[in-house]
């Protein structure tokens, strides 16, 4: 009982960790959207493209979670994640009539905001265990 007390309080820094990376991304894309609406560009397709990325964060986070370290169970799930990413950014540009251009630029940001926090957080977790 007592050698799980460290797994669960990982995972509960894990969830911490991915909410927040979440929460960057999101803030970091409504801000674009805010600012690319004030000079009258297409902001819906900004906004639209970078909640796509975030939606596809949260999902790799779960299948991880789910998969329990299958690596069958995770490269199904990367699939299904693929094709979906790929049919809701089409679904966009063909249906919406979104702007491929500035999708692309939201799915840029979301993705860059993505690796930049995580960087942060390498970073937090190395000056904790006294590295950097």
Same mark, same amino acid.
């Given at each position: 009982?007592?050698?799980?007390?460290?797994? &669960?309080?990982?995972?509960?820094?894990?969830?911490?960790?991915?909410?927040?990376?979440?929460?960057?991304?999101?803030?970091?894309?409504?801000?674009?959207?805010?600012?690319? +609406? &004030?000079?009258? /560009?297409?902001?819906? @397709?900004? /906004?639209?493209?970078?909640?796509?990325?975030?939606?596809?964060?949260?999902?790799?986070?779960? @299948?991880?979670?789910? @998969?329990?370290?299958?690596?069958?169970? &995770?490269?199904?799930?990367?699939?299904?994640?693929?094709?979906?990413?790929?049919?809701?950014?089409?679904?966009?540009?063909?249906?919406?009539?979104?702007?491929?251009?500035?999708?692309? +630029?939201? #799915?840029?940001?979301?993705?860059?905001?993505?690796?930049?926090?995580? /960087?942060? #957080?390498?970073?937090?977790?190395?000056?904790?265990? @006294?590295?950097?």
């Amino acid at each position: 009982m007592l050698k799980e007390v460290p797994k &669960l309080e990982k995972n509960v820094n894990q969830a911490l960790d991915i909410r927040s990376l979440l929460l960057w991304q999101v803030a970091v894309i409504s801000v674009l959207s805010i600012l690319f +609406a &004030l000079f009258v /560009l297409p902001w819906i @397709s900004v /906004l639209f493209g970078g909640l796509v990325v975030v939606a596809s964060t949260w999902h790799v986070y779960r @299948s991880v979670s789910a @998969s329990g370290g299958d690596r069958m169970v &995770l490269l199904k799930s990367a699939g299904v994640r693929f094709v979906l990413f790929l049919l809701i950014v089409a679904a966009g540009v063909f249906f919406l009539e979104l702007q491929p251009l500035y999708l692309i +630029a939201g #799915m840029a940001v979301a993705y860059a905001t993505m690796y930049i926090r995580s /960087l942060i #957080m390498i970073f937090e977790k190395m000056k904790g265990d @006294s590295l950097g």
